[in-house]
């Protein structure tokens, strides 16, 4: 019913730019994406969400560097990440949040992508 894509990622060198993006494929209400990205031996964090309204909300690590945006008609929603530096390398991840008719909520992860920012 749900299925979450992403795409984009990769290497960069500091001070470079990437794009990522992450499709929900679903009938169903979204009530908010989020970016999160992890690193070896550390939890999760959150970098940066966007909700079904154009609210967005920045992790202060990235605040003014990376750019979180929409397309509703499409389901999808980018992570412009700009000015990279190498505390920027980590596995990205999509999360989505679905709501059914029966009113309850639901999240899902995207797979995931490495991106490493090095010179």
């Known amino acids: 019913q749900v299925q979450v894509v992403e795409s984009g990622g990769g290497s960069v060198t500091p001070g470079g730019s990437l794009i990522r993006s992450c499709e929900a494929k679903?009938?169903?209400?979204?009530?908010?994406t989020s970016w999160y990205r992890q690193v070896p031996g550390k939890q999760r964090e959150l970098v940066a969400d966007?909700?079904?309204?154009?609210?967005?909300n920045y992790s202060d690590s990235v605040k003014v560097r990376f750019t979180i945006f929409r397309d509703g008609a499409k389901n999808t929603v980018w992570l412009q990440m700009n000015s990279l530096k190498p505390e920027d390398t980590a596995v990205y991840y999509c999360?989505?949040?679905?709501?059914?008719?029966?009113?309850?909520?639901?999240?899902?992860w995207g797979q995931g992508t490495q991106v490493t920012v090095s010179s």
């Open positions: 999360n989505v949040v679905i709501g059914f008719y029966d009113d309850s909520l639901s999240d899902y």
């Open positions: 679903t009938i169903f209400t979204i009530y908010g």
């Open positions: 966007i909700n079904n309204l154009g609210n967005t």
